[in-house]
């Protein structure tokens, strides 16, 4: 998709990664594109209606390569993945501004990355990739907010791990991850178990005495009312 329309589009996303939305002119886009700024506007109206092609345009490749993963029609190999990071760049540096920067982008982009990833791990259950769980909007958050804390923190990533760039401290972390999601880390289920008792006695406290399921024997032959 080389379009002049495209390209426009990549030039942005590229800017705005890197200096963030309000520093970056239609100008300077237009440049990057080499394009005319007025072609810009000829594509879409203004900067801001720009910004809107480029997040529905990230977020439908964001979601369609989770649908693609969650239904194991694609799996990643570490080469894969290593050239994914490195063309995806500015695809991280901007989501990390996106999530930060403005606060109504912001609330848009989770909302929406939250609703994708809630239909991607439904459709992983589905494929019987994934284990089934009671509240997949909470599962779906805890992995979306793991995901997105690696992003947002990658100046961080990048000096505790001795990593010169984005691309290699985000591989470095990939097979610990899929470790933790693969495997798990707790040698057997003693701290699950402990809020799961704790969670039992909040619940009997606040109802001290809670209705009983009947007894199968309540309602065998013979039995009285």
Not at 209 to 219: A, G, I, V
Request: hydrophobic content about 40%; charged content about 30%; some cysteine.
């Amino acid at each position: 998709d080389r379009t002049g329309r495209a390209r426009i589009r990549d030039a942005a996303l590229h800017l705005f990664g890197e200096r963030g939305f309000r520093s970056s002119t239609v100008r300077d886009i237009a440049q990057r594109a080499d394009v005319s700024p007025a072609l810009v506007v000829h594509h879409f109206g203004s900067k801001q209606g720009l910004r809107e092609a480029v997040d529905d345009h990230l977020l439908d490749e964001i979601r369609a390569g989770n649908i693609a993963a969650m239904t194991g029609s694609m799996t990643w190999s570490r080469d894969d993945y290593e050239q994914l990071l490195e063309e995806h760049g500015p695809t991280i540096a901007y989501l990390g501004r996106a999530l930060s920067e403005d606060s109504d982008v912001g609330r848009r982009f989770y909302d929406r990355l939250h609703a994708d990833t809630v239909e991607a791990m439904c459709a992983g259950v589905a494929a019987g990739v994934l284990e089934p769980t009671d509240d997949e909007p909470a599962r779906a958050a805890a992995v979306l907010n793991a995901d997105l804390g690696n992003m947002l923190l990658l100046p961080h990533l990048r000096r505790v791990l001795g990593e010169a760039d984005d691309a290699g401290a985000m591989l470095r972390l990939a097979e610990p991850v899929l470790d933790v999601y693969t495997d798990g880390i707790f040698t057997d289920d003693r701290f699950r178990a402990a809020f799961r008792s704790e969670s039992d006695h909040v619940a009997r406290v606040a109802d001290p005495d809670p209705p009983y399921p009947p007894s199968p024997h309540d309602h065998a032959p013979g039995a009285t009312a």
